[in-house]
């Protein structure tokens, strides 16, 4: 069985100021990790995804994202967000065959001038 | 291009009535799937389809859920007898790979109300 924690449901952050969301996952088998993000009224967009390789991954928007396989984490950060980053983002778990994947609960973040 | 496209955008229905919501995905992509998002909650896992082919309907909650995907495009989810706890977002994501492959492309999902 596999599952995802998001440790914050809402995170305020000043404009300019750096983001960081948490996501921890349990699983049994390998998994693949990643990190979506909803804007009102639409649908999931992937920022950015770990299957292999390097344990820094670096998405869309000034995303990225490390994969640190010990403490089952994949945390999500920004050095920098803008107004536009207000949105509600969800980190997800895909270990099966078919690719289903297996969402947290999500992170709403609200950025103010 | 066209992205993924879902209808009604909005759906109120009376408890006991049945829906039906469909899903366009992206043109030939062969994966196929439907997930529901309750009210502040992740998305959840319902079912999937391999062109016509439903191969994991594992997260239906319900033999009152019901979906399919006749000729390998369009797919509809239809929900019978429906329930207050049926309310939810209906997402639906299309996939050109086959099984193996994360690459999901999400529709804008249908807001179902039953009152």
């Known amino acids: 069985a596999q599952s995802v924690t998001q440790l914050d449901s809402q995170v305020p952050v000043f404009e300019e100021a750096p983001v960081e969301l948490r996501c921890n996952y349990s699983?049994?088998?390998?998994?693949?990790l990643f990190w979506y993000v909803q804007y009102p009224n639409q649908g999931l967009q992937l920022l950015l995804k770990?299957?292999?390789?390097?344990?820094l991954v670096k998405g869309i928007n000034g995303f990225e994202a490390e994969f640190n396989k010990s403490q089952t984490s994949f945390h999500l950060r920004k050095p920098s967000v803008h107004i536009s980053d207000t949105a509600e983002y969800f980190c997800a778990v895909g270990s099966d065959s078919w690719g289903k994947l297996q969402f947290g609960a999500g992170t709403q973040v609200v950025v103010t001038p | 291009g066209a992205g993924v496209s879902q209808s009604p955008r909005y759906k109120v229905a009376k408890r006991g009535q049945d829906v039906a919501l469909r899903c366009d995905p992206i043109s030939g992509h062969v994966s196929l799937f439907w997930y529901q998002q309750a009210l502040g909650q992740g998305p959840e896992f319902l079912t999937y389809?391999?062109?016509?082919?439903?191969?994991?309907k594992s997260g239906l909650p319900s033999d009152r859920f019901f979906a399919e995907r006749p000729e390998g495009s369009v797919s509809t989810l239809k929900i019978q007898r429906t329930q207050q706890e049926d309310s939810a977002v209906y997402l639906c994501?299309?996939?050109?790979?086959?099984?193996?492959?994360?690459?999901?492309?999400f529709g804008p999902g249908t807001r179902l109300t039953v009152t």
């Open positions: 770990y299957l292999s390789g390097s344990t």
């Open positions: 389809f391999q062109n016509e082919a439903q191969l994991d």
């Open positions: 994501a299309s996939s050109p790979r086959l099984a193996g492959s994360y690459e999901q492309y």
């Open positions: 699983s049994s088998v390998s998994v693949y």
